[in-house]
Each structure stands twice: as C-alpha cells, then as structure tokens.
C-alpha cells in the first residue's frame, strides 16, 4: 500500500500526465458503479477532484455512502488513489477545481449545475515503480 506522501515522482508526474480515469463507487444496493472522469489530483493536501453535474449517480452514491476510488491505467502502468469522499457546492471550491482541470486537461464546457467530488487520499494502491525509495 502506498500513501500520498510516498510517490515517487514517477507517481506524482503520472497523476498530472492527460489521462483519463475511473471513478468507482457504490450504488444504493451496494453493487459498484464506475465511470470515465478526468480528475486531478493536489498532492500537498493528498485530494483527488472531479468536476461534475449535481444531482447525477456518482454524486448520489458519494452523499450516501462518503467513500469512492479513482484509477488511472496506462498500459501496465496504473494508481488507485481512495479514501472518504465529499460533495463540494460553494462556487469557490467549483472554481479551484474547474482551473486544476483546465491546467491538467482543457477549460470545461459551462455548466450551471457543476459540483465537486473531492476524494481525501488515505489508500494508495499502484505499479511498484510509483513508489518513493
């Protein structure tokens, strides 16, 4: 198991590199849902942020059950980065995340309706060469 703190900078340069990745959580009757999202990750405060639409399933799932899991997958190359997970509204938390996305990915479409997941890193799972030392 790997924590933020202990990437290597191979780990913390993949985590910036444009992929996508999959956002796992649970449904209501506990089997899994996982979708394509961009996210970035901030490695000073060990969050994860996906910018999203109010309302639709993974943000449902992240308000019910507080807990979610991101992968980025490169060939054999791969990082799980979990842990609690919170909806964020405040236009100002949307506006942080919107700008590291723009900065990793590409200036997001408009929407009225966008929110934060922000996912606090406490598990940190990858290929052995992400690992410092």
């Given at each position: 198991?790997?924590?933020?703190?202990?990437?290597?900078?191979?780990?913390?340069?993949?985590?910036?590199?444009r992929?996508?990745?999959?956002?796992?959580?649970?449904?209501?009757?506990?089997?899994?849902?996982?979708?394509?999202?961009?996210?970035?990750?901030?490695?000073?405060h060990?969050l994860?942020?996906?910018?999203?639409?109010?309302?639709?399933q993974?943000?449902?799932?992240?308000?019910?059950?507080?807990?979610?899991?991101?992968?980025?997958?490169?060939?054999?190359?791969?990082?799980?980065?979990?842990?609690?997970?919170?909806?964020?509204?405040?236009?100002?938390?949307?506006?942080?995340?919107?700008?590291?996305?723009?900065?990793?990915?590409?200036?997001?479409?408009?929407?009225?309706?966008?929110?934060?997941?922000?996912?606090?890193?406490?598990?940190?799972l990858?290929?052995?060469?992400?690992?410092?030392?």
């Amino acid at each position: 198991m790997l924590t933020p703190a202990i990437l290597s900078d191979a780990g913390l340069d993949f985590v910036t590199e444009r992929h996508l990745a999959t956002l796992a959580t649970a449904r209501a009757d506990g089997t899994p849902h996982s979708v394509p999202v961009g996210f970035t990750f901030d490695a000073q405060h060990g969050l994860v942020r996906i910018i999203t639409s109010d309302g639709n399933q993974k943000v449902r799932n992240v308000e019910r059950s507080g807990y979610a899991a991101v992968t980025q997958l490169d060939g054999a190359r791969w990082l799980t980065l979990e842990g609690p997970a919170t909806v964020l509204r405040e236009p100002s938390d949307v506006r942080e995340a919107e700008a590291r996305y723009t900065q990793r990915y590409r200036p997001p479409r408009e929407n009225p309706r966008r929110v934060v997941i922000v996912v606090t890193v406490q598990r940190t799972l990858g290929t052995a060469e992400f690992r410092a030392g």
